[in-house]
């Protein structure tokens, strides 16, 4: 004969009520309950239902209960990190969060919530590391997919938002969002090929009379040749500039913060982490050698063009 267990029969009736919506009865029902504040399974519901219920401190107060007296539920260390994230703690968020990752690494719950945390805190380049982190765990996570899509789409890295959506719409093909997302992005596609127009511009009509006063400049054959030549060693700097930068901004730098990032996550952060951040600051200092030599290299041009 089963012996009855009062309280495993409230908290059935509690989540009945909470996937009624009643949320208000279920929050009364379990914080009736005597035994609530010690028992893990009540304390993750209350703090499920209070969060739905947007009461988010008395969600808070349950979760970091559960953390304390129940460290090893990876449940409530993402469910308090998803409360920071509601009440805009968005670091103190982060830390939780990686608290979780390292108690368990393969949660992808985790790795989806910091990444929100850090695309909030402008840190889009961790944030895209920690969904990438999340969909290694669940190739199915679509939610990840959207988020690494709107955040390639605000750098203006369409054709990487792009493949993110078609990804998306893989694993859920009548996903609005993501067809909603794909229409936004053709139509921002459009707007920036529209802001330099291969066919050139309209005239000013103003400008065209100011221009028919003045006495026209005629170039001769060699004084083109040599103006010519004259822009085109002003420009091999920041040509040779932009080579250095581009592997450095989207492959050496990248990979290596994502390196730090686990780095931080892990115990033994501390014998590995000061190389790490040496080389991030010898990249630091390359990428701003290189972007001083294009604005000199610009400075240059701006001055030689005003002589002539």
């Given at each position: 004969?089963t012996?009855?267990?009062?309280?495993?029969?409230?908290l059935?009736?509690?989540?009945?009520l909470l996937?009624a919506?009643?949320?208000?009865?279920?929050?009364?029902l379990?914080?009736?309950?005597?035994?609530?504040h010690?028992?893990?399974?009540?304390?993750?519901?209350?703090?499920?239902v209070?969060?739905r219920?947007g009461?988010?401190e008395?969600a808070?107060t349950?979760?970091?209960t559960?953390?304390?007296d129940?460290?090893?539920?990876?449940a409530a260390?993402?469910n308090?990190?998803?409360?920071?994230n509601k009440?805009g703690?968005?670091r103190?968020?982060?830390?939780?969060?990686?608290r979780?990752?390292?108690?368990?690494?393969?949660?992808?719950?985790a790795?989806?919530?910091?990444?929100?945390?850090q695309?909030s805190?402008k840190?889009?380049?961790?944030?895209?590391?920690a969904?990438?982190?999340?969909l290694?765990?669940n190739p199915?996570?679509?939610?990840?997919?959207?988020?690494?899509?709107?955040?390639?789409?605000?750098?203006?890295?369409y054709?990487?938002a792009?493949k993110?959506?078609?990804?998306?719409?893989r694993i859920?093909?009548d996903?609005?969002r993501?067809?909603?997302?794909?229409t936004?992005?053709?139509?921002?596609q459009?707007t920036a090929?529209g802001a330099?127009?291969?066919?050139?511009?309209?005239?000013?009509l103003d400008?065209?009379?100011?221009?028919?006063?003045t006495?026209p400049?005629?170039?001769?054959?060699?004084?083109?040749?040599?103006?010519?030549?004259?822009?085109?060693?002003?420009?091999?700097?920041?040509?040779q500039?932009?080579?250095?930068?581009?592997p450095?901004l989207?492959?050496?730098?990248?990979q290596?913060l994502?390196?730090?990032q686990?780095?931080i996550l892990?115990t033994?952060a501390?014998?590995?982490?000061?190389?790490?951040l040496?080389e991030?600051?010898q990249q630091?200092q390359?990428i701003q050698?290189?972007l001083?030599?294009?604005?000199t290299a610009?400075s240059?041009?701006r001055a030689h063009l005003?002589?002539?």
């Open positions: 004969m012996t009855p267990n009062p309280l495993a029969d409230e059935l009736q509690a989540r009945r996937r919506g009643q949320l208000q009865q279920a929050i009364d379990l914080q009736n309950l005597p035994e609530i010690k028992n893990e399974d009540g304390l993750l519901l209350l703090g499920m209070s969060f219920a009461q988010l008395a808070r349950a979760f970091e559960l953390t304390r129940f460290p090893q539920c990876i260390w993402v308090l990190g998803a409360t920071h009440l703690d968005h103190k968020a982060i830390e939780v969060f990686r979780a990752v390292q108690k368990d690494r393969r949660c992808a719950d790795w989806y919530n910091m990444g929100i945390a695309r805190m840190m889009p380049t961790m944030a895209i590391s969904w990438k982190e999340a290694k765990i199915d996570l679509v939610d990840a997919q959207l988020q690494l899509a709107r955040t390639y789409s605000d750098m203006k890295n054709g990487l792009q993110c959506l078609h990804e998306a719409l859920q093909p996903l609005a993501a067809k909603a997302m794909l936004e992005i053709q139509e921002s459009k090929r330099a127009s291969p066919f050139g511009r309209l005239v000013n400008a065209l009379q100011q221009t028919a006063n006495t400049r005629l170039l001769s054959a060699a004084t083109r040749d040599a103006e010519r030549e004259m822009l085109q060693n002003l420009t091999k700097p920041a040509r500039a932009a080579r250095d930068l581009a450095l989207t492959e050496s730098l990248q290596n994502h390196r730090l686990r780095i892990e033994s501390r014998s590995h982490s000061p190389e790490l040496e991030l600051v630091t390359q050698d290189c001083q030599a294009v604005s610009a240059r041009i005003a002589q002539t």
